[in-house]
């Protein structure tokens, strides 16, 4: 089978991520910001930055808003990423991610309105890309107007001109994607969008496995459920694996799975086998934690980082933490 060599990520939904950084967020209080910044983002958008940061050049189709596109054309020009998105009357949504001592507060708009002439022109156009030598990264939510059957109608039409396809989105869309014929590749959802697909909380890492040898058995080459602190499972038919980084300081977990599913992509541009893709994919995901905006640090950093990463092999779900479980570093 070819190792994919191109590379585009589809997002559908993006967003200006407006980050605002406060001592301690505190429901009915005023606050004062320390600091407010804003990137051109929506997942895709993530996994491209992150990517061409790696040294990867990607091509980058979805939709946005005319009125603002300038921070996604600012970034397209400064890193080796192809703007091949359909332009949309109107502003592309403005998205709050408040920061705190703690954690990290969401709130996202629903976005512009698509209707199926504009969606259909970035489907055509991302088939007219799909070849046997092309990985396309499906990623994040759906417009409002964007029918919730669109990724599963995409994979099958990708996955027939032998494209590989890697999809990272939720709810509605992803139980559409995963009741189809033709199953991606590649998913990574996190615990709680995995555990919402269930329908069963995976509240042990026993279940988290059991539920990706499910969807491994089905068709899917490769599962990774990214877990927080717990770390990330990696499951393909080479096994299973957990791989663990602790996170150093913390800037922003805005984009941090975003930066896995990068990872996750530039470990199938290189052809690489399961532990190898657990370590670059953590590496990423990690090294993200600690800078704000789409963008990971230096090449070396990354490849240290993946290096410190700690594997787990699973033998099986009943065997986790128990003497059939190995560890390497």
Not at 49 to 65: E, K, Q, R, Y
Not at 67 to 92: H, M, Q, S, V, W
Request: with cysteine.
């Amino acid at each position: 089978m070819t190792t994919p060599s191109r590379v585009a990520t589809v997002t559908f939904n993006p967003a200006i991520d407006q980050t605002i950084t406060v001592g301690h967020l505190t429901r009915g209080e005023v606050h004062r910001a320390h600091s407010v910044r804003q990137d051109p983002g929506g997942k895709g958008v993530n996994v491209a930055s992150c990517l061409a940061d790696w040294g990867v050049p990607v091509t980058t189709f979805g939709l946005l808003g005319a009125d603002n596109a300038a921070p996604f054309e600012a970034l397209c020009a400064a890193k080796p990423i192809a703007d091949r998105f359909e332009r949309l009357p109107g502003a592309t949504r403005v998205n709050i991610k408040i920061v705190d001592d703690r954690e990290t507060t969401d709130i996202n708009m629903d976005g512009l309105s698509a209707d199926d002439i504009a969606t259909g022109k970035v489907v055509a156009a991302v088939e007219a890309f799909a070849a046997d030598d092309a990985l396309v990264v499906l990623s994040g939510s759906l417009p409002p107007g964007c029918h919730a059957g669109i990724y599963a109608e995409m994979v099958a039409r990708l996955r027939s001109r032998g494209a590989k396809v890697l999809l990272d989105t939720s709810g509605v869309p992803l139980t559409l994607a995963l009741k189809a014929q033709v199953l991606p590749d590649i998913i990574k959802p996190n615990r709680r969008e995995l555990a919402a697909w269930a329908g069963e909380p995976l509240e042990t890492i026993e279940d988290v496995v059991r539920c990706c040898q499910r969807l491994h058995a089905q068709g899917i080459a490769l599962v990774v459920v990214s877990m927080g602190e717990e770390g990330a499972l990696f499951l393909s038919g080479e096994g299973a694996l957990l791989a663990r980084l602790p996170a150093g300081e913390l800037a922003s977990t805005v984009g941090a799975g975003d930066a896995m599913v990068a990872g996750l992509a530039a470990a199938v541009i290189e052809g690489a086998g399961l532990e190898r893709t657990a370590r670059l994919a953590t590496a990423f995901a990690v090294a993200k934690l600690g800078r704000p905006g789409p963008h990971l640090p230096d090449l070396g950093t990354i490849h240290a980082m993946s290096e410190d990463v700690t594997i787990t092999t699973i033998d099986s779900a009943e065997q986790i933490g128990a003497s059939g479980t190995g560890e390497a570093r």
